[in-house]
C-alpha cells in the first residue's frame, strides 16, 4: 500500500469514527463497529491502530490541532472584543458541523470512571483548548466592552450548545468557569481548584 493510500484510508477511518463516537459515545463504540461501519475486516483495521485509544488519540489530537489553528485565524479576523467572541463562536459551530467528534471533549469530561485512560486524555484536551483560548483574548480588556453576564451567556451557550451533544446538570459551573478564565485568566473554581 502507498503512503498516500493508507494516509488516506486511515483519513476515511478517523472519519468515521468521529461520526461514530458522536453518534453513541466512545463507550458504545468497538473497534468491530467501526469495522463493520466501514465494511473492512477488524484486522484491516488494527493494521492501521493498535487499538481504540490509539485511533481516539489520533482523531482527537488532529482534531484540536486544526480547531486551534482555526480559531487563531478567526480571532485574528476581529478587531473589537465582540467581533473576538463572535469569530470564535462560529468557528465553533462551523467546525463542529464539519467535525462531530469534538462532542468527546464534553461527553468524555462527564464519567464517574476518571482513572479510564481516554477520560483523562480528554480532559487534558479540554484545559489545552481553554488555556489556548485565554492565550488568544489574553490582551484584551473584556470587561470594559461586555459585561460577566454577557460573557456568561455565550460562554454557557458556547459549551453546552456547541461543543455538547447533550445538557449536563454541571454545564452552569463549567460556563461560570470558563467565564472567569477568559476574563481573568485564572480559572479558580468556587471549590478552590483548578478547571478548565
Known sequence: ??????????????????????????????MQDIADELDITKAALYYHFTSKEALTQEL??????????????????????????????????????????LSLLVSLGFTSDEKEPMVQFVQDLRIELTRFIRQLIGGIDFTRRITYKGMFFIT??????????????????????FTRLLLTGTGESRKGKTSA
Open 1 to 30: 500500500m502507498t503512503k498516500t493510500k493508507e494516509n488516506s484510508t486511515k483519513q476515511t477511518i478517523l472519519k468515521t469514527a468521529g461520526k461514530l463516537f458522536s453518534q453513541r459515545g466512545y463507550f458504545g463504540i468497538s
Open 60 to 101: 482527537m489530537k488532529g482534531t484540536i490541532a486544526e480547531l486551534k489553528f482555526d480559531l487563531k485565524n478567526s480571532c485574528q479576523a476581529g478587531t473589537l472584543p465582540s467581533d473576538k467572541i463572535f469569530n470564535l463562536t462560529k468557528t465553533f459551530l462551523d467546525f463542529k458541523i464539519k467535525h462531530p467528534e
Open 156 to 177: 454557557s451557550s458556547l459549551l453546552g450548545l456547541v461543543l455538547s451533544p447533550f445538557q449536563n446538570k454541571d454545564n452552569t459551573d463549567i460556563a461560570q468557569d
